[in-house]
C-alpha cells in the first residue's frame, strides 16, 4: 500500500483522499422508497373536509386478524383552516362514515392493501390509548414516523383532528409487509 504523506504544505488544507463516487458510489434507500417499489406502499387520504363545531375528522385503518402482514406508519400531513389538535391512538371506534379504498404508491403495481379503512367526522369511541397528541396552527402539518409505528394484525391505529369548526385534510402514509 502506498505511504500518503500526510501534513501538506502550510499554505494547504490537510490531505485528503477522494473517493471516485462513479466506482464507488454510496447509494441509500429508505424502507419506504424499497416498499413502493415493490408495490407495498399505500397512501389513504380524506380529501379536504368540512367539520362541525365539536367534532373531529377522523381517520382509522385496521390491521385484520390472520392478515399475514404488519404495517409501518411512514408518516401523516395534511393541513388545517384554524387552530386544531391531531391525535393519533391505538384502537377506537369510528361510527359510520365511508371506507375509503388505499391508494398504492406504485402506479405500475397492481398490489392493493391489506387493511380496512373507516372515515366519518364526529368523536372517536370505545377505548383508545393516545400515545402521540399535537397542537396545529392553520396550515399545513406534517408528522413522520419513517416505520416507526408498528400495527400489527388485530390492532387500529385511528387518527382525530379537531375539534371545532375547521376544514381539515389528513393523508396516512405505511408499507406492509
Do not use: C, H, R
Amino acid at each position: 500500500m502506498t505511504n500518503y504523506t500526510i501534513f501538506n504544505k502550510s499554505n494547504n488544507p490537510l490531505y485528503t483522499q477522494l473517493t471516485n463516487t462513479y466506482l464507488v458510489p454510496a447509494i441509500e434507500g429508505t424502507p419506504g422508497g424499497d416498499a413502493a417499489k415493490s408495490g407495498a406502499f399505500f397512501i389513504l387520504t380524506t380529501g379536504s373536509v368540512n367539520v362541525g363545531g365539536g367534532n373531529s375528522l377522523l381517520l382509522q385503518i385496521t390491521n385484520p386478524n390472520g392478515s399475514g402482514k404488519t404495517v409501518y406508519i411512514s408518516g401523516v400531513m395534511g393541513g388545517v383552516s384554524e387552530a386544531a389538535t391531531i391525535t393519533i391512538e391505538k384502537n377506537g371506534t369510528i361510527t359510520g362514515g365511508t371506507t375509503p379504498t388505499p391508494f398504492n404508491a406504485n402506479f405500475g403495481s397492481a398490489n392493493t392493501s391489506i387493511v380496512t379503512a373507516k372515515q366519518n367526522t364526529g368523536n372517536l369511541t370505545g377505548t383508545p390509548t393516545t400515545f402521540t397528541s399535537v397542537p396545529l396552527t392553520a396550515g399545513m402539518y406534517e408528522l413522520k414516523f419513517n416505520g416507526g409505528i408498528v400495527v400489527t394484525a388485530n390492532q387500529t391505529l385511528s387518527l382525530t383532528i379537531g375539534t371545532g369548526a375547521i376544514t381539515a385534510s389528513a393523508n396516512l402514509t405505511w408499507w406492509e409487509y
